[in-house]
């Protein structure tokens, strides 16, 4: 008999046709996401589930799932909606997909960067409401790249590949990790900077943390008010990293320049929301690792991982260990 699973989303070929090969796939079939109450009903009694960043994985799910539920395979690299630890008692593995998407968020980071800077949505509002009379010296004024200072906060995966692509446009880097040492920094060619130092002297700053209780609203109102007038915000690893209403706050009252942003809180962002009337923002819906090539390899990885997992394997991309028997 074929281990059952359930995937909570359609998710790309051929790693859908993969998993059908090896399991008896309950396939979420809507755009939008199970609730939690769906969630867990079609979870009941599955060998393995295959989540998306939008499911809430918590111990009561893991309970309701029963003993059958090996793994858990999140098709991303970030799984703070998992209660990992909850999973880690008991014995369920979870999986998920690093690496494959660092360059395409990597890219997002900087489009992001870019389109604030030069005031990209901002120009192309302004021919669609007919407001371009002719080229003219003064405006829709951006930011110079070349010699000005990003600060990365956070430097694995994601934030070094950013940084790498920053060195082409001549900026000087700042590098903002507990766990980056001297010697890696300089073979990245950034500098080591605390984080206070980091948002103070930086014109751009890219956020590349996971959200966890350690990083959850980072970047506050006094974080905020180190940063420079000018300053543009980047955030493409999770919304919670900020807290948003204060920097709503900011910048409406010019504490910082400018945000690009790929993640809020809630996503989606209702289309009312005040963020969204500001100029001075761009905002795109959580579409980092968003490439056709991109969310293929993300989902191999997932069906790979939840593959190893209900058949008893250590998963080739594990965030926990499982212990329960295939
Ligand atoms: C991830 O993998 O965590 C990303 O946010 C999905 O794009």
């Not at 192309?124 to 070349?146: F, S």
């Not at 970047?219 to 919670?240: C, E, F, H, Q, S």
Request: aromatic share 4%; glycine share 8%; hydrophobic share 45%.
């Amino acid at each position: 008999m074929k281990p059952n699973i359930f995937v909570t989303r359609h998710i790309p070929e051929p790693a859908l046709t993969k998993a059908q090969a090896a399991c008896d796939v309950d396939l979420w079939e809507a755009e939008t996401p199970p609730s939690y109450e769906a969630l867990l009903e079609r979870s009941r009694g599955k060998d393995g589930v295959l989540t998306m960043l939008t499911d809430r994985i918590d111990a009561a799910f893991m309970d309701a799932a029963g003993s059958s539920l090996k793994v858990i395979s999140q098709m991303a690299v970030g799984y703070d909606n998992i209660d990992t630890a909850a999973a880690a008692e008991r014995g369920i593995a979870v999986g998920n997909t690093p690496g494959v998407l660092t360059d395409a968020t990597a890219d997002l980071a900087f489009a992001l960067l870019l389109a604030a800077a030069r005031r990209i949505v901002e120009g192309a509002r302004y021919i669609e409401n007919g407001d371009w009379q002719t080229w003219h010296p003064t405006v829709l004024l951006g930011r110079d790249l070349a010699g000005a200072t990003l600060g990365i906060v956070g430097f694995g995966r994601i934030g070094s590949a950013v940084a790498r692509r920053a060195l082409g446009f001549n900026l000087r880097i700042l590098a903002y990790s507990p766990s980056l040492t001297e010697e890696a920094a300089r073979a990245a060619n950034v500098e080591r900077a605390d984080l206070d130092t980091l948002l103070r002297q930086s014109d751009f700053v890219s956020l590349h943390t996971p959200l966890n209780n350690q990083t959850r609203h980072l970047i506050n109102r006094d974080r905020l008010a180190l940063m420079k007038p000018t300053a543009i915000l980047v955030n493409t690893a999770r919304g919670g990293v900020v807290d948003q209403d204060t920097l709503y706050e900011a910048l409406v009252n010019g504490v910082i320049g400018g945000a690009g942003l790929d993640v809020t809180t809630p996503e989606p962002l209702p289309a009312d929301h005040p963020l969204l009337k500001l100029l001075n923002v761009t905002i795109v819906p959580h579409v980092g690792s968003a490439t056709i090539g991109t969310r293929g390899r993300m989902a191999e990885m997932a069906v790979d991982n939840l593959i190893a997992g209900v058949t008893g394997k250590p998963l080739p991309n594990a965030v926990v260990a499982g212990r329960r028997e295939a």
